[in-house]
C-alpha cells in the first residue's frame, strides 16, 4: 500500500509539471495553431538560467527564481519578434519546422555553455520526508505540486477574467473574426509565447530540483506530448487534467512493470502506448473540439 | 450623386499566388454614400479585392481609405478607422451566444479597452458602456430578423442566421464602409430581398458606404448604385447595373452567354 501511494504522489507531482508544461504546449497551439517542439528546450534553458544565476551571483533562490521569468520573458519575445513574426503567413508545417530549429538552437547554446555533464541543483525546498499519515512525502515534492498549481490558478484566472485572457480566446476561437474586429494579433501571439515560456520556465526549475539538472531535460518537451494528446490538443482544462493522469500512469505502470517484468525504464514508455490508443480511438482527446482540422 | 467624392479609391492593385494573378492592375473608385458591388465569376478576384482592403493581403498599387493609405495599416486597424466586413466562409466566435457574437462588435470603441478589451464576454468594468452596447447588439439582431435568437449560441443556427450574426456585428462596429462577401448566400429570394432591404437601409439612413459582392443578379440590380465586373483577376467593366448587365463582355464573362 505504501508503495502504491508512493507512487501514486510521485505521479500527481510529476504529473503537475507536465500539466503546466502541457499548458504552455496547448497555449501557442490555441493562440497560433502552431505545436511548439522547442517547448522542452525552453524549459531545459529556464532550468539552466536559474541554476546560473544562483550559483554565479549566490542570490537566493527566489530572487533568482524571478530572474528566471524575467529571462524567460525576453527569450519568448525575442523569438517571437526574430523567428515568427517573419513567418507570419506561412504554412503553419513550416513554422514547425523553425520551432524545432530554435530547439535545436537552444540545446546547442546550452552544450556549449555548461556542457552535458549532470549539474545537481543546489538545494532549495528541504528534501525532508513530511509525515502524512499514510505515506512520507519528501518536501520537494509537496513544494513543487503547490507551485504549479498556483501557477495554473493565475493562469486560469487570467484567462477567464482579463481583457488580455478573453481577447486571447476570441483569438483561439476565430483568428479571421478577432482580427476583424480590431484585435492585434502580433501582439497576442506574443503573450502566448511569454506565457508559455513562463510556465517553461517553471516546470523546469521544478524538475531540476527534483531530477538534477542535465540537457536531458528536454525530453520533457516529448514525455508531455501523451497529455497534450489525451488532453485534446486545444483544450487548457484538459491538458491540465492529463498532465496529472499520465504522471501517474507513468509512475505506477513504472513501479509496476518493473517489478513484475524486471525491466526497469518501461514507465516513461508506458503514456506513449496510451498516446497511441488515444489517436487510435479518439483523436481529438478527451476534452478537444470534434472538428479540430477544419478551418 | 454623380459628383460624389471616392471614399475608397483601389488603384492599379495586382497581386500573385504563385504563378496565379489573382489581380492584374485593379482600379475601383467607391463613392461615399453608395452601395458598390463587385460581380464576376467564381475564381475572378472578388473577395480577394476584399481581402486587400482589409489588410489581409497585400497587394502592389494603393488603397487610400478616407485620407488614408490602407497598405500602410495593420489589419487590425481597420475597425478604428470605419471599416467592417463579414465574411464568406463566416467567422465567429462559435461557442459564443449570438448577442455577444453581436457586442464584439463593439469592441474597438469601448472606452476602457481600445485594441485591447474583449469586455463581451464578462460582466465585469463598465456597466454602462457595456450597456449601451448590449442596446446597439439587440437593435441590430432586431433589425435583422434574429432578435429572437440573441442568447443562442451561433453554432446552431443554419448558415444563412449566421450570415445575419455577422451583419450584425459589423453594423454595431459604427462603419463607414462596409464590405460583404456574399452576404445572402444560403438564403431563399424572400431572405435574400429582406436582407437587400436592409443593406439598403443602413446605407440611406446610416450613411454608411456599401463595397458587396453578390452572386443574385435580381439582387445585384436592386441595390447596386454602380458594378464593378471582374474576370480572371482584371475589371472588365464598370458603371450602373443597368449599364453593366446589357455589356457583351459582361454577358459572356459572367453569364456564359456568347454574343447575343
Keep these: 500500500m505504501d508503495y502504491f501511494l508512493g507512487l501514486l504522489i510521485n505521479g500527481i507531482v510529476v504529473g503537475s509539471i507536465y500539466s503546466m508544461i502541457a499548458l504552455g504546449f496547448v497555449l501557442i497551439y490555441k493562440a497560433t495553431e502552431v505545436v511548439n517542439f522547442a517547448q522542452g528546450e525552453l524549459l531545459m534553458i529556464g532550468a539552466y538560467i536559474c541554476l546560473e544565476v544562483i550559483v554565479t551571483t549566490g542570490m537566493p533562490f527566489l530572487a533568482g527564481f524571478f530572474t528566471t521569468l524575467v529571462f524567460m520573458t525576453l527569450l519568448a519575445l525575442a523569438i517571437e519578434k526574430l523567428v515568427l513574426r517573419r513567418m507570419m503567413g506561412a504554412p503553419v508545417m513550416s513554422v514547425v519546422m523553425a520551432t524545432i530549429g530554435i530547439g535545436i538552437v537552444l540545446r546547442s547554446v546550452v552544450l556549449l555553455v555548461w556542457g552535458a555533464t549532470n549539474r545537481p541543483f543546489p538545494t532549495v525546498f528541504p528534501r525532508e520526508g513530511l509525515d502524512l499519515g499514510v505515506v512520507t512525502v519528501s518536501q520537494v515534492y509537496l513544494y513543487a505540486f503547490f507551485l504549479c498549481l498556483t501557477f495554473m490558478v493565475i493562469f486560469g484566472a487570467f484567462f477567464q477574467y482579463t481583457r488580455w485572457g478573453l481577447t486571447m480566446r476570441a483569438v483561439s476561437s476565430s483568428r479571421k473574426a478577432a482580427e476583424s474586429l480590431g484585435v492585434p494579433l502580433v501582439r497576442v501571439f506574443a503573450l502566448a509565447w511569454v506565457i508559455s515560456a513562463i510556465v517553461s520556465g517553471v516546470g523546469g526549475i521544478l524538475a531540476a530540483n527534483i531530477s538534477g539538472l542535465t540537457p536531458d531535460l528536454s525530453a520533457y518537451g516529448v514525455r508531455v506530448f501523451p497529455a497534450v494528446i489525451l488532453g485534446g490538443l486545444d483544450s487548457i482544462i484538459g491538458a491540465t487534467i492529463s498532465g496529472v493522469i499520465i504522471g501517474v500512469l507513468e509512475n505506477l505502470s513504472g513501479g509496476y512493470l518493473r517489478n513484475l517484468t524486471g525491466l526497469s525504464g518501461l514507465g516513461p514508455v508506458a503514456p506513449f502506448f496510451v498516446l497511441i490508443l488515444i489517436l487510435w480511438v479518439r483523436p481529438t482527446g478527451l476534452f478537444g473540439r470534434k472538428e479540430i482540422d477544419k478551418l | ?260
Design chain 2, 1 to 260: 450623386m454623380s459628383s460624389s467624392v471616392p471614399i475608397l479609391e483601389l488603384a492599379e492593385l495586382s497581386l500573385r499566388f504563385g504563378g496565379i494573378k489573382a489581380l492584374q492592375a485593379v482600379s475601383i473608385g467607391v463613392a461615399a454614400g453608395r452601395i458598390h458591388s463587385i460581380i464576376g465569376p467564381n475564381g475572378a478576384g472578388k473577395s480577394t479585392v476584399l481581402n486587400c482592403i482589409s489588410g489581409m493581403y497585400r497587394p502592389q498599387g494603393a488603397i487610400r481609405f478616407d485620407g488614408q493609405d490602407l497598405l500602410r495599416r495593420r489589419p487590425h486597424e481597420r475597425p478604428l478607422l470605419g471599416i467592417a466586413r463579414t465574411f464568406q466562409n463566416i467567422a465567429l466566435f462559435r461557442e459564443e451566444s449570438v448577442l455577444d457574437n453581436v457586442m464584439a462588435g463593439g469592441h474597438h470603441r469601448l472606452k476602457s479597452g481600445i485594441l485591447r478589451g474583449a469586455l463581451y464576454w464578462t460582466r465585469f468594468g463598465c456597466r454602462e458602456e457595456e450597456r449601451r452596447l448590449r442596446d446597439e447588439a439587440v437593435e441590430a439582431i432586431e433589425l435583422l430578423g434574429i432578435g429572437e435568437l440573441g442568447e443562442r449560441p451561433v453554432s446552431d443556427l443554419p448558415f444563412g442566421d449566421q450570415k445575419r450574426v455577422e451583419l450584425a456585428r459589423a453594423m454595431v462596429s459604427r462603419p463607414k464602409l462596409l464590405l460583404l462577401d456574399e452576404p445572402m448566400a444560403g438564403m431563399n429570394d424572400s431572405e435574400k430581398a429582406e436582407l437587400a432591404q436592409v443593406v439598403r437601409k443602413l446605407n440611406r439612413e446610416k450613411h454608411i458606404t456599401v463595397v458587396i459582392i453578390e452572386h443574385d443578379v435580381g439582387v445585384v440590380r436592386r441595390i447596386s448604385d454602380t458594378v464593378t465586373v471582374l474576370d480572371f483577376g482584371k475589371k472588365i467593366a464598370e458603371g450602373g447595373p443597368e449599364e453593366v448587365m446589357k455589356d457583351p463582355a459582361v454577358r459572356k464573362a459572367y453569364l456564359g452567354e456568347e454574343e447575343p
